[in-house]
Each structure stands twice: as structure tokens, then as C-alpha cells.
């Protein structure tokens, strides 16, 4: 998996955390667990992980009486800086307060400052014990350390004065930082946003398919689907040698090509996004939003589609049709923004948490065919594909 990819998941995982309302404390725990790219966004070099479970443990703390263990420990290797790292919940509203009493002057409330007393704690411990610094410096490889810090991941900016709680972080010794979970989405985005040229809306298409392929296919080459004319400004999307293959002929009739490993007897959510404007090419095909095959050039891609000319299930004749079952289509007429993307993933995933309670199952002789009202339809009773549903006596799903 690429680094690019691994931002993508991070993203994905944290959007639909923070999409579902979740606010239990260890699933952030294993997201952070499973997601390293993050600890980079945060100026971290190497972080390992110290929680009760993990097989890094400090020193036990005599004279405080008890074992450090915060979440995650990390290094800046430049810096030599050592970060505490803490993890929190997201939906906790405000962390802040005032008190009349004192002009109003505002102050972390209690819960906060239980939270940053015991990431305080933990430093102090540290600092304070030369056997859990030697200890760190092992597993780091470093001989010496110039600072301790501390960042917890608490709360949302929405729901806080952010300039507030970075002055309030400010006046902290050891300082702290209190990064917000939105925050911490925005800055995964904003780095994974560098080398990309799909964050914005732009001019082309989107295929999105929800399907299950077979193991084998009865055609050496079975069309999933097909668009366009035979010889320019066609679209293709053909399962040859176990792969899906997606087949762009441009309006000079070159051929630009993508391809995914799909597995088989599986429902997947198979996305795929072409550009044609003066940006340059961008071509993606994705399955379960994981990018398998991606282009992207200066030079354009001039492809005119006529998505009226849609043949879904065979080639634009009707002919070498592909076995499949599939659940739901989506097709635009321009590329997704990443805040689209985000919430086509979301709610395709939210959907894919039972089993559907239908699918049109495709044998190689069935198709359809889209009218010029945008439908799917095939007048040919004998060459249309059978509704099929997953669960059809009620009483069995009691």
C-alpha cells in the first residue's frame, strides 16, 4: 500500500468514525493503532504504542506510587523532542469555561484539566525517572532527549474556540497541545491533498457499480459495461484473465487503459473517474475505495461519451456479456469532489453492513440498455436480467 493510499484509509476511517457519532475511546485507539500515517501529520517520526495491552512498558514510578502508561509515546528525530500522545473522544462539546467571579476569564473545565493533569503526570514521571528514560532512548536509539510535550486528540472545533484553547495550551507547563478530531480530518485531507488532482469537481464521469463477479467468466472477454461508438469515444469495462479492465478509446481512437484484481463470489463497491478537461488526464479505477490504478498527465484526454449510448451487462452489440450480480449503480457526469467521494464511501459502506435485500443477477446473454430518459431497460423479455431477492420469505428473517 502506498503512502497516498494509507492517507486515503486514514481519512476514510476517520470520516465515517466521526460521520457514525462514535465516542468511545478505544476504537480511536485501535484507529490510531492501525492508521501510522497520522502520527506523521503530527511531527512524529517514530511513535510506539504504551498502553495497558502493549509490550512497551515505562518504569513503575515509586514515589508517585504507579505505572505510566499513556496512549502513545513518540520522537521528532530533528527536534529530539519525546511527545506524549493521549487519546480522547471527539463529542464532548466545550472544553472550555468562564467564570464570572473573575472577569469572565476563561479556564479548561474539569474534565479537561483531569485529562491534562494526568498527561502531565506522565511526562513528569518520565523526566523524573531515569530508568523509563533509558528505556526510551533504547527503543528510540537516541542518547539524548531535549523536551517533553504532550498532545491530547480531544473534541471538536466546532464545538470550541480553537484560538482559546491553543492560548490557554500556551500558558502550560510542560506545554500541551490539544489537537481536535475535525482538525486532525482536515489536516489528513490537506496532506493527501498535495500530489492529487481529484479534489475538486471537474468535467467527465463517474462510474460507481456495486457487484459480485463469479469465479469464471463464460466469454474470454466479458463486457461489465459498455459506452460510446466502436472505434472513438468509447468506454469499456471488460473482465479478461480474472482482472476488470477498464478501456478508454479518446476521440483519437488511442486506447488508454486501467485494470483491478476483483475478487470473486464478493460484493464490492467498484468506483471508476475520468477528467477530459484542460487540466491534464486523469483516469482512476478504485475497488472498495482502495485506488488499484491510477493516471494522470499535462497532456488532455479528449474523450466525448454519450452516456445514453450506456449498454450495461454486454459490448454495444448486445454480444459477450459478463456473468455478475449487481446491487446499485451511480453514474455522474463529472468527476466526485473529495467531500462527495467521502459521502458516496460512507453511505455505500453503511449500506453494505447487512445483505441487500435485492440484486439483478446478469447471465452472458442478458443486458440492458439506457434510453434517452436515463433508464435501464430491455424490451427483450428473453435478454433481461432477473430481479433476484436475498431474502424472499419475510417469516425466515424473523
Known amino acids: 500500500m502506498t503512502t497516498e493510499q494509507k492517507l486515503w484509509k486514514a481519512i476514510l476511517e476517520l470520516y465515517t468514525l466521526l460521520r457514525e457519532n462514535i465516542n468511545e475511546e478505544e476504537k480511536y485507539q485501535k484507529y490510531f493503532e492501525e492508521n501510522p500515517p497520522i502520527f506523521y501529520i503530527l511531527g512524529l517520526d517514530v511513535v510506539e504504542s504504551f498502553e495497558k495491552k502493549s509490550k512497551n512498558k515505562l518504569a513503575f514510578d515509586k514515589e508517585r506510587n504507579f505505572r505510566p502508561e499513556p496512549d502513545f509515546i513518540g520522537i521528532n528525530k530533528n527536534s529530539k523532542i519525546v511527545r506524549v500522545i493521549d487519546i480522547k473522544t471527539p463529542f464532548v462539546e466545550k472544553i472550555t469555561t468562564s467564570r464570572s467571579s473573575d472577569s469572565n476569564r476563561a479556564k479548561f473545565d474539569a474534565e479537561t484539566e483531569k485529562y491534562i493533569s494526568q498527561v502531565t503526570e506522565y511526562i513528569d514521571s518520565i523526566k523524573e525517572n531515569p530508568e523509563s528514560r533509558e528505556r526510551l532512548k533504547a527503543l528510540f536509539r ?64 463517474c462510474f460507481i457499480f456495486q457487484i459480485s463477479l463469479p469465479k469464471t467468466q463464460k466469454n474470454k472477454k466479458a463486457y461489465l459495461f459498455d459506452i460510446g461508438k466502436k472505434k472513438r469515444n468509447r468506454l469499456s469495462a471488460i473482465i479478461y484473465k480474472g482482472k476488470l479492465n477498464l478501456e478508454c478509446k479518446d476521440s483519437n481512437g488511442d486506447i488508454h487503459k486501467l485494470s483491478a484484481i476483483i475478487k470473486p463470489n464478493k460484493l464490492h463497491y467498484i468506483k471508476f473517474e475520468f477528467s477530459n478537461d484542460s487540466e491534464g488526464v486523469y483516469m482512476s479505477l478504485s475497488v472498495n475505495d482502495d485506488e488499484q490504478d491510477l493516471r ?13 449510448s450506456l449498454v450495461l451487462g454486454a459490448d454495444l452489440k448486445g454480444n459477450n456479456g459478463a456473468e455478475f450480480s449487481i446491487v446499485s449503480k451511480m453514474i455522474f457526469d463529472s468527476t466526485l469532489s473529495l467531500s462527495e467521494k467521502l459521502e458516496v464511501y460512507y453511505n455505500l459502506k453503511k449500506s453494505n453492513t447487512s445483505p441487500p435485500p435485492a440484486m439483478i443477477n446478469f447471465s452472458p446473454e442478458q443486458y440492458f440498455i439506457r434510453d434517452n430518459s436515463g433508464n435501464l431497460v430491455q424490451e427483450n423479455q428473453k435478454f433481461g436480467p432477473r430481479l433476484a431477492l436475498t431474502n424472499p420469505d419475510p417469516q425466515k428473517g424473523n
Request: net charge positive; proline share 4%.
Open 296 to 308: 494522470h498527465g499535462k497532456t488532455t484526454l479528449n474523450i466525448d461519451l454519450n452516456l445514453n
Open 142 to 205: 537516541e542518547k539524548r532527549f531535549s523536551a517533553y510535550q504532550s498532545i491530547m486528540i480531544y473534541g471538536l472545533s466546532s464545538q470550541n474556540d480553537p484560538r482559546l484553547v491553543a492560548d490557554l495550551c500556551s500558558k502550560r507547563v510542560p506545554p500541551i497541545e490539544i489537537i481536535f478530531f475535525d482538525t486532525l480530518l482536515q489536516k489528513l485531507i490537506e496532506q493527501y491533498s498535495h500530489s492529487r488532482v481529484d479534489i475538486q469537481k471537474r468535467s467527465g464521469g
